[in-house]
Structures are given as C-alpha cells and as structure tokens.
C-alpha cells in the first residue's frame, strides 16, 4: 500500500465539498501561484516552521544545526539564516518550547482513514464526506488514489480539490473513485496564467474538457485576485468556458484573502505579490456574482 506526504488533516471543514467534510492537505504542487493561500505546501517534502513567540532562547537549535543556520539574537532569540537551512529537522528535535518544528509528514492510507472515519456520523447527517487538497493531490497519484478507493470502501463521498495540473491518466485513473471535482480556474489569459503560476493553462484546460465528456461531476471554482485575474475579461472567460461545460455542477467565486502572508515569516518564504493587493469588499464580491449570473452562468456556494 503506497503512503504520501502531507501537513495537515482538517476536520469539520465545510468550505472543501458539500456537507461537513474532513480535508487531507497534500504536500508538493507543480504551480507558484502568486497568491497561495498554503505557501508551506508547494515543497513536497517536511519544511522547517520558526514561531519566534515560541522561542526561550536557549539555544539548543544552534548548537544542533549542522550548517550553522541559526544563531542567538541580542533579543536572545533564535535568529535563522534560511539560505542556509536544508530542513534537515535537527533543531526541531531539541526545541521543547516547540518554536521549531517540521511541517509535513509521510503517511500510510489507513492511519489518514482512521482520522477521517472518525467523524462519520457528521458526513452521514450532512452529505459530507472526505476532501483531498493540498498542495497538489495529483502530484501523488498512487497515494490519492489508495486513499480515495479506501474511502469509498467505507462508503464516504470523495471531492478532489485539484488545478488540474497534471497528465490525462492521472486524472482518468481516478474518476471512479471522485464524486465531486473541485477544479480551479485561476486565469482565462494562457500569458498572464503564466505569469500567475509559472505555466500556461492549455494541459489544465484540456484535463478539465475530458472530464467533462467523461461525465464527472465538476464545480468551477475560480479564485479572484483584485489587481490580477479580477477583471471584466476574466469573467467573461468564466461565462464562456461554463456555456462550453453545460453538464457543471455551478461555478464557484473564491475572493481573495491575504491570511497567508502570516506564513511566509514563520516558512522563511517571500511572496512577488504586492503588499497593495487586499481583499475584496463585499460590494466588489457582489458586482461579480450579479455580472455572472446576468450571463447565464449558475453560481454555488455563493451569495
């Protein structure tokens, strides 16, 4: 039985499917989006986390780190050197105060189904059942779909949340085993979802044409950007490409959130977004919603 990595298994989520549902965060995505909202999945293996509130100051992670990646501040602080850190995990291993761990952890399919069966009930009276996301899901085929198979042993509804980044037979080899696709729709324009991701949208495009035709069950969901993807053309890319696809379940609006930036310090990560780009008022999320629906376009889990 294969195992995978992942960083988190959030239960009672009900933002990644219908019903309550229990999502299982992958690691590793072949896209840089400029606005990931989980920076600390795209590597695909462990990555060190610094909470510096944590942090007692004794020292222990310095004299631990095989590159010399930390050092003492004169706030007696740890003070970490990312360039320099391979992620090894040493200093987590003596930091008791916890400031330093490791995000992101190999597993087996039945210890991931031990945590999702747990809330069993919940999918039962909610029609809710388990999400994979990440990160990337199909980056991990083997993984994703022992884990999806074994779910639907148990009789549990399976959404993938994907960007549909990936080959056709990936895709194809789990279609019997997904009831809903969550697929992301990032950028109409193959040269600015280029410049948004760091790849064009033709293979993601045609993924999601050939479930289409294969039947699958599909929600749009479409993430907007002020200053970027949000603009008229964009939706009316969105509109366009939902009248191509009359079998959709609906699209979905994701307004943007800059919770994120929180991370990138505690990852040692930076992001080329600008500081500038804040989220949506609810007014501006409004205008989008009426602008589609006024095109014919049938919208889901939103206002």
Known sequence: MPTGWIFDIQRFSIHDGPGIRTT??????????????????????????????????????????????IALGADHKASLDWSRCDHCGRCAVVCDAKALEMVGRNVGVAEVLAVVLRDRDYYAASGGGMTLSGGEPLAQPDFAEALLHAAKAESLHCCVETSGMAEWSVLKRLLGAVDLWLYDYKETDPHLHAKFTGF????????????????????????????????????????????????????????????????????????????????????????????????GVRLVASS
């Open 24 to 69: 299982v965060f992958f690691k590793g995505c072949p896209l840089r989006c400029l606005w990931c909202g989980n920076p600390e999945s795209i590597r695909p293996r462990p990555q060190l986390s610094y909470l510096r509130e944590k942090c007692l100051g004794c020292g222990d992670c310095a004299g631990a780190c095989p590159r010399t990646a």
């Open 200 to 295: 064009g949208n033709a293979p993601i495009l045609a993924n999601l044409h050939a479930l289409h035709r294969a039947d699958a069950k599909i929600v749009l969901r479409c993430p907007m950007i002020p200053e970027h993807n949000a603009r008229q053309q964009h939706l009316d890319g969105i509109a366009a490409l939902a009248r191509q696809l009359p079998k959709l379940e609906g699209v979905e609006l994701l307004p943007y959130y800059d919770l994120w930036r929180a991370k990138l310090t505690r990852f040692g990560l930076t992001s080329p977004l600008p500081e500038s780009v804040k989220p949506p008022d609810r007014a501006t999320v409004q205008s989008w919603h009426d602008y589609l629906r006024q095109r």
